[in-house]
RNA sequence: GGGGGCGUAGUUAAGUUUUGGUUAUAACGCCGGCCUGUCACGCCGGAGGCCGCGGGUUCGAGUCCCGUCGUCCCCGCCA
């Protein structure tokens, strides 16, 4: 039986209004309900789900080639649109007040059986790799087709805001020149120039500042990134990014102009959105009292440092010995009220976490039965503390009965970082964040270089960073001293942008590679074409780079970034449906010049 | 580079220790039959297994040991 193949609706859009109407329809099969003389399908494409009618009274055809359909093949039907029975009417579905009697049809596609259920309401998930392998079996699936829709209407919104504040979409090469001073990249062996690579850039960040050179003031590109790493849940080979970049501004510009993007694309990806100014927090601000450079803000939880001479001289030998003079110290955080909520061997687990993130280890108070006297409490500590010690402490940290006291000690940035790790643990541990709040947060004034083990100097977020003016003078003397002009974009935790002013002048750009012990020849051959332009006129610029993976993860409440790409990589980077990466044949390598053990 | 979890019908899991032992269990799916108001349809019947792979211990291994591969998570790494 053949019709013409012109969809008249799609499956989310017949109501009672449509009754009568002779359509033409065409999806998937969601599933075959069989009653014998009565056959329903309910049939599926992206927007949604209609219930087809299959009756030897209308239909043309024999109603047993009706019973040969399986789950997932592709069907157009035609058929007349008929209100069903009032105590027939399906509430669950948008459609639900109508079916389509089918009069003719035809098969458009046949399925094999199915590795794993699709239907809506199939509660059975196959296993990642599973998934993987079918990704286009998956993706027909509703939360992961849901994920990928939100993402197309969270890119559609940014796209839109950059639109509307004059951004320029301009393109830059995926075929650019290896620059390893920070992540691995991917390298392309060149066939024409033997010998030669290209390596797929970490971020388009110098073609940006080179757009600026050229003029194209407010520059916007949705581009894929490269980093040869390890991955992680949130931390995929290819990856994309909202690249942008702006001249003629300060720092407190590109904040506000980007916070206007963000908060214009938020409200249209979700008009529930209500607009609050980001918070903001230096650095320094956030190491002190999270621990962290992306803290999350919807909870408390906060590091507090501990004086010293509250412990001096108690007999315990591990507070005794802090030495601020060496760096040293002590912080505590506080959790509220929740004594009942752990036990000895939580503790124990507790001091695993703070270990894995580097500290020294972990002690703990808690504070019950008396406020006053330590005896009642429970702790590794509480024979260490005195009457004197225990006012102090309670008046410090303003502790109630049921509180717990968390300390580590040690070296100030580990102790602190350490600290920020469990209290990360102990906010999903106390179920103390609210997955339908959004915390916005700007950290800012980031220390220009960090060292590495060995002491020896690194950008911290990349050579082409400015550093603040105030802070130019510790060039020789003190660079670690001297902060720079960035800014991440931090959301519950997250970090989902990174950006800076950038430096303009070409002196001050050789003076950041000189301080990172680039040689003079180095600097011109890996850098020579970025100071050649910035001589020509370049203007002050700045910008941010946005996660857009990360992004739609947290908007789209998923887990890891692989819930929101169309086709990811595994955990060890390769492809499960398409089994890339391969080896290549000899003669292949040879046209490319590759020799391979 | 290091640490950990997992790998059993098409799929998801139970069984693996304390205890190695007859025919490896269930649900969903699949195949066949019945059913004109289902919508996770129902009822009856059936098929389906290199227990990831290789080696070892043992009379005997899904179960113990060694190795290996795959996958997931974490640390290192991610200027």
């Known amino acids: 039986m053949k019709f013409p193949l012109a969809r008249t609706h799609r499956l989310h859009e017949l109501r009672p209004s449509h009754c009568g109407q002779r359509v033409t329809l065409m999806g998937w099969v969601n599933r075959v309900r069989d009653l014998g003389k009565l056959v329903f399908i309910d049939l599926r494409d992206r927007w949604g789900l209609t219930q087809l009618a299959f009756t030897t009274d209308v239909l043309v055809t024999p109603l047993a080639e009706v019973l040969a359909v399986r789950d997932e093949w592709v069907l157009a039907v035609q058929g007349e649109v008929a209100a069903r029975p009032q105590e027939m009417l399906n509430h669950k579905l948008p459609t639900g007040e109508i079916e389509v009697q089918v009069t003719q049809w035809q098969v458009l596609s046949t399925a094999e059986v199915l590795p794993f259920p699709i239907a809506e309401g199939a509660n059975i998930t196959a296993s990642d790799s599973t998934r993987s392998t079918y990704r286009y079996l998956d993706l027909r699936r509703s939360p992961v087709k849901d994920s990928i829709l939100q993402r197309v209407k969270l890119v559609r919104a940014i796209r839109n805001a950059l639109e509307a504040h004059d ?67 949130d931390r995929q080979p290819e990856f994309t990014q909202v690249d942008c970049e702006l001249s003629f501004v300060d720092q407190e510009q590109v904040l ?26 230096t650095y320094a601000e956030a190491m002190d009292n999270y621990g962290s450079d992306k803290p999350d803000m919807r909870y408390g939880l906060k590091l507090q440092q501990v004086d010293t001479e509250i412990f001096a001289g108690c007999g315990f030998q591990v507070l005794e010995d802090v030495v601020p003079a060496d760096g040293e110290a002590i912080y505590a955080i506080k959790a509220t009220n929740c004594g009942d909520k752990f036990s000895r061997r939580d503790f124990e687990q507790l001091q695993e976490v703070v270990r894995t993130a580097g500290g020294a280890g972990l002690l703990w108070i808690k504070v019950q039965q008396t406020l006053d006297d330590a005896s009642a409490w429970q702790s590794p500590l509480k024979k260490y503390l005195d009457a004197a010690r225990v006012q102090n402490l309670t008046k410090l940290l303003s502790l109630q009965l049921g509180d717990v006291v968390f300390l580590s000690v ?79 974009l931090v959301l519950n935790g997250v970090e989902i942008g990174g950006g800076s002013l950038r430096i303009h002048e070409p002196e001050l750009q050789r003076q950041v590679f000189a301080a990172l012990q680039l040689s003079a020849q180095e600097i011109d051959r890996k850098f020579g074409f970025l100071l050649r332009a910035l001589r020509y006129g370049t203007p002050p610029h700045g910008g941010i780079a946005i996660g857009l993976d990360r992004l739609a993860m947290l908007l789209s409440g998923n887990s890891s970034i692989r819930d929101v790409i169309a086709f990811p990589k595994t955990h060890q980077g390769t492809c499960l449906m398409t089994a890339a990466p391969t080896t290549l044949p000899a003669e292949v390598l040879r046209d490319y010049h590759i020799k391979v053990d």
């Open 167 to 233: 951004f320029l979409d301009i393109e830059t090469p995926l075929l650019y020149k290896s620059t390893p001073e920070g992540a691995r990249e991917f390298i392309v062996p060149s066939r024409i120039q033997p010998q030669h690579f290209y390596a797929l850039p970490q971020s388009p960040q110098l073609f940006k500042q080179l757009l600026m050179v050229a003029g194209f003031d407010r520059y916007y590109q949705i581009v894929k990134c490269f980093r040869d790493e390890d991955l992680r849940a």
């Open 256 to 281: 506000t102009i980007i916070e206007q993007v963000v908060q214009l694309a938020l409200q249209e990806f979700n008009p529930d959105y209500e607009p609050r100014p980001f918070a903001r927090m």
């Open 410 to 488: 040690g070296e100030r940035q580990r102790t602190r970082l350490a600290l920020g790790a469990l209290r990360v643990h102990l906010a999903e541990r106390l179920q103390l964040c609210d997955d339908q709040q959004q915390c916005w947060l700007w950290v800012t004034d980031f220390p220009l270089f960090v060292r590495d083990r060995e002491g020896k100097l690194g950008a911290a977020h990349h050579p082409f960073t400015r550093p603040h003016a105030d802070d130019v003078q510790y060039f020789g003397s003190a660079p670690d001293k001297i902060r720079a002009c960035a800014h991440d």
